[in-house]
């Protein structure tokens, strides 16, 4: 089309020159620790169908950003390859190229995304990395500002220490500010043995290069706060505080206050507390013994609370992954046991259902309609190596994207009525294989003889 619109112009001059044909773009070049293209999961699920990865270790949160007229995985990992990924969806959401990078070999880097702003929480494995460098920052427990309005060159930009760790941070609806949960499950240094007195950490964000705390709220006897949740208003959090779960007024953000709390026995940890789309119901997920191996996959779960009378919350339903579609997850040996529990829950982009991520159980589609009793399992997969931190749809409910400690970045295609989906190889299927390769909790593979009987076997790892 160039070519013809400059023959009336130009027409001796073209038919003279030489034609040079346009250079590609290079492609763009990554460190090693970027992590590189991997294989569609091995497993086992329904109408869930894996299409792409990207390959490493360490993934952690996984949140999203549309910037001008595209759409971005923002994906962090911790540890060795520990980082900020940028994969853009835009063109092609079944195989999203990695287009931004950003070192940051800590832990535990949990992401929230404001605009082009990207916070990242630090609680642990300090050391020196670029990321730091970027914000002018001696390396420390904090809070790290990353720019991305240029996805392919994220920045560090500022940095807030706090002194007990920012295991997670939620952002304040105004913008304004950032809450911090350092999930501490030990007495902060200047409180009495036995108090174990929690806190949050609010900061004032306005001015990234100058990011300072202006408010700690002290909370109730138990243990700190892992995750918080806002509405949309911005009056209210929700507070997952590990051996509690707490309702906040936050009508004056920078000073909140506590309002409600919920202590229930049946959680083992209250991981997360999240704010059903219209406003009505709490899902708090309970990350069985944190995370520890514990041989069973319906524990843990997901507690649903109806929230029409503040002061006093009512449970009224459950989930828990099915055991009969998470094998993996159910074994033991004397090496130890894979965990299965609830952990990252999202709310997909319809509102009628959420996400959730379970470690060796991999991923979930779960119902959010019916609130009473057991929600219905919409669709699930299970990779032989998953070890899934979190799973998550954007704007395209095709798609569900997992960030996972194992296994990296997972593209998971969603088609409801598809039935049963089976991407073992030819030698897993033959061999009854469930579970292969290693897990943040449990060093080893597990295999199956051709008796079916499951052991952790040496050298009995089959590849395709």
């Not at 001796?12 to 970027?34: D, R």
């Not at 705390?213 to 138990?222: A, D, I, S, W």
């Not at 906040?248 to 059903?276: C, E, M, Q, R, W």
């Not at 997909?348 to 470690?359: D, E, I, L, M, R």
Request: glycine fraction near 10%; proline fraction near 7%; include cysteine.
């Amino acid at each position: 089309m160039r070519l013809r619109s400059l023959l009336p112009l130009a027409a001796a001059s073209v038919l003279i020159a030489p034609l040079v044909a346009t250079a590609a773009p290079a492609p763009v070049a990554f460190p090693k620790e970027a992590g590189k293209q991997g294989t569609p999961a091995q497993g086992t699920g329904v109408d869930l169908k894996p299409v792409s990865n990207w390959s490493y270790t360490g993934g952690t949160d996984l949140e999203f950003a549309t910037i001008g007229k595209r759409d971005y995985a923002i994906a962090p990992a911790q540890g060795s390859m520990g980082g900020l990924r940028i994969f853009d969806l835009t063109a092609n959401p079944a195989k999203p190229p990695l287009v931004g990078f950003l070192p940051c070999a800590v832990a535990q880097n949990d992401v929230q995304v404001r605009g082009t702003t990207v916070f990242m929480g630090v609680d642990g494995s300090v050391k020196d990395a670029p990321c730091f460098g970027q914000a002018k920052a001696e390396p420390a427990l904090g809070v790290l500002a990353i720019d991305i309005s240029n996805p392919r060159a994220p920045r560090g930009v500022g940095f807030v220490p706090i002194g007990l760790g920012a295991h997670n941070t939620t952002l304040h609806p105004s913008g304004k500010y950032l809450y911090v949960s350092d999930s501490q499950l030990t007495p902060a240094f200047d409180e009495p043995a036995g108090r174990m007195l929690g806190r949050i950490n609010v900061v004032d964000v306005r001015n990234l290069k100058a990011m300072k705390e202006v408010f700690t709220l002290p909370l109730p006897p138990g243990l700190s706060s892992h995750d918080v949740d806002f509405n949309d208003k911005g009056d209210r959090a929700y507070s997952a505080a590990l051996t509690q779960t707490l309702i906040l007024d936050t009508t004056d953000p920078a000073k909140p206050s506590v309002k409600t709390t919920i202590i229930d026995p049946t959680v083992n940890i209250s991981h997360g507390a999240d704010l059903s789309p219209d406003g009505k119901h709490l899902y708090v997920t309970d990350e069985q013994a944190g995370a520890a191996g514990n041989g069973v996959c319906n524990v843990g779960g997901v507690h649903i609370f109806d929230l029409s009378n503040e002061a006093l919350p009512v449970k009224t339903g459950f989930y828990a992954f099915n055991p009969l579609n998470s094998a993996t997850s159910t074994l033991t040996n004397a090496n130890g046991v894979l965990t299965c529990t609830a952990h990252v829950l999202d709310y997909g982009p319809t509102g009628k259902t959420f996400s959730n991520a379970g470690y060796a159980a991999g991923v979930r589609i779960v119902d959010t309609v019916g609130r009473v009793g057991l929600p219905t399992e919409m669709a699930s997969f299970t990779p032989v190596d998953a070890d899934t931190w979190s799973a998550k749809q954007y704007k395209n409910p095709k798609y569900l994207y997992a960030n996972d400690l194992a296994r990296g970045f997972d593209v998971y295609e969603y088609a409801e009525g598809k039935g049963a989906v089976d991407t073992r190889s030819a030698k897993q299927v033959q061999f009854g294989i469930t579970r292969t390769g290693k897990t943040m909790f449990m060093d080893g593979a597990w295999c199956a003889d051709p008796s079916g009987a499951l052991d952790l076997l040496e050298g009995h790892h089959l590849e395709s």
